[in-house]
């Protein structure tokens, strides 16, 4: 006999279960990365990634109208120049790859957010996020002029938000004066304020063929194993500008992306990057997961963490699943 005064769990009917949900995902919360290869008529897949595709600037008009039509609100913009050099010159040409794509969009579906990330490590030959001195290190201070050099041309471009993934010191700060200077008040920054340096964005460097020749990114890169350091790297972030930090990667940082909700009043992003999403399409591939409960499931722990949006390669699919 079950004791008379214990209590009971609320028993949860479907629609109990609608009405005491905490956390609901919405279409609204999206943000679709798109990768851009310079070129004509490309449409290729990204073997490390199915389903995801590399596109020319001249195959977007189609993809943002489906994108649009889902009704989510932004996609986020990587580069893949023909070219790369040593300095990334690509990466701020007036007619770069992400500078074609981002005019493409805006003359298809001028209400779609358009995002543009910002770095040189897909436009570097060595594969850094920036410049090199002698010894072969990243020379923080001279990357940060090419790094506002970018951030501008791709507001002249049109991007709606500028979001520096880099990781050099003062990047946010230099970026919003080069913007303001150039009437460019009004552009938010999004920055990569917590970015890990993480094994999970293998199958990214695939994709956008920016895996260092040498080295890794750990002298610029967050170690997975500090919380506090992401603290300290949000607020300088802060101060020196940003409308919007990211946590980044999402599930293994959960925790993080807690912590910076709690302590700071900006809004959150949170990136599930190429690593969380080839895993879970790699499993569900193979029948040892329920692709599309895994993919609900997996948003959902990053909204209940604390984020207010999320980058992820599941939004065209998650945006069918909440219709
Ligand atoms: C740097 C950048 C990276 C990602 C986003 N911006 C790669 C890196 O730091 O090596 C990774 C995103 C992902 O894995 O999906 N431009």
């Given at each position: 006999?079950?004791?008379?005064?214990?209590?009971?769990?609320?028993?949860?009917?479907?629609?109990?279960?609608?009405?005491?949900?905490?956390?609901?995902?919405?279409?609204?919360?999206?943000?679709y990365?798109?990768?851009?290869?310079?070129?004509?008529?490309?449409?290729?897949?990204?073997?490390?990634?199915?389903?995801?595709?590399?596109?020319?600037?001249?195959?977007l008009p189609k993809v943002v109208k489906e994108i649009a039509s889902l009704k989510i609100?932004?996609?986020?913009?990587?580069?893949?120049?023909?070219?790369?050099?040593?300095?990334?010159?690509?990466?701020?040409?007036?007619?770069?790859?992400?500078?074609?794509?981002?005019?493409?969009?805006?003359?298809t579906t001028?209400?779609l957010?358009?995002?543009?990330?910002?770095?040189?490590?897909?436009?570097?030959?060595?594969?850094?996020?920036?410049?090199?001195?002698?010894?072969?290190?990243?020379?923080?201070?001279?990357?940060?002029?090419?790094?506002?050099?970018?951030?501008?041309?791709?507001?002249?471009?049109?991007?709606?938000?500028?979001?520096?993934?880099?990781?050099?010191?003062?990047?946010?700060?230099?970026?919003?004066?080069?913007?303001?200077?150039?009437?460019?008040?009004?552009?938010?920054?999004?920055?990569?304020?917590?970015?890990?340096?993480?094994?999970?964005?293998?199958?990214?460097?695939?994709?956008?063929?920016?895996?260092?020749?040498?080295?890794?990114?750990?002298?610029?890169?967050?170690?997975?194993?500090?919380?506090?350091?992401?603290?300290?790297?949000?607020?300088?972030?802060?101060?020196?500008?940003?409308?919007?930090?990211?946590?980044?990667?999402?599930?293994?940082?959960?925790?993080?992306?807690?912590?910076?909700?709690?302590?700071?009043?900006?809004?959150?992003?949170?990136?599930?990057?190429?690593?969380?999403?080839?895993?879970?399409?790699?499993?569900?591939?193979?029948?040892?997961?329920?692709?599309?409960?895994?993919?609900?499931?997996?948003?959902?722990?990053?909204?209940?963490?604390?984020?207010?949006?999320?980058?992820?390669?599941?939004?065209p699919?998650?945006a069918k699943?909440?219709?």
């Amino acid at each position: 006999m079950f004791p008379e005064n214990r209590p009971r769990r609320l028993r949860q009917t479907e629609t109990i279960r609608k009405m005491v949900k905490e956390t609901h995902v919405l279409v609204d919360d999206l943000i679709y990365p798109l990768f851009i290869k310079e070129g004509r008529s490309i449409k290729e897949p990204i073997s490390s990634m199915p389903d995801q595709f590399r596109y020319s600037p001249d195959m977007l008009p189609k993809v943002v109208k489906e994108i649009a039509s889902l009704k989510i609100p932004a996609v986020l913009l990587f580069g893949i120049p023909k070219k790369k050099d040593k300095f990334g010159t690509e990466a701020h040409k007036k007619d770069g790859v992400v500078q074609q794509a981002i005019k493409m969009i805006k003359d298809t579906t001028p209400d779609l957010l358009v995002i543009t990330d910002v770095c040189m490590c897909e436009y570097t030959d060595h594969g850094h996020c920036g410049v090199l001195d002698e010894d072969g290190n990243v020379s923080n201070d001279d990357t940060l002029e090419v790094l506002a050099k970018i951030a501008l041309s791709h507001a002249k471009a049109g991007s709606d938000i500028i979001a520096p993934s880099d990781m050099m010191d003062g990047r946010v700060g230099i970026i919003r004066d080069a913007l303001d200077d150039s009437g460019f008040e009004n552009i938010p920054i999004m920055s990569y304020a917590i970015k890990y340096a993480s094994a999970f964005y293998g199958p990214f460097r695939d994709a956008a063929g920016s895996k260092p020749a040498f080295g890794n990114r750990k002298s610029y890169q967050m170690d997975p194993a500090n919380v506090r350091e992401a603290l300290r790297e949000a607020t300088l972030d802060m101060e020196e500008g940003a409308d919007i930090l990211m946590v980044k990667p999402a599930m293994p940082y959960l925790d993080v992306v807690r912590v910076i909700a709690d302590e700071f009043d900006l809004p959150l992003c949170a990136y599930q990057v190429s690593g969380e999403y080839s895993m879970i399409k790699a499993a569900a591939g193979r029948g040892w997961l329920d692709e599309d409960t895994v993919i609900m499931e997996s948003i959902t722990g990053i909204k209940r963490a604390g984020a207010d949006m999320i980058i992820t390669y599941f939004a065209p699919k998650l945006a069918k699943m909440l219709k």
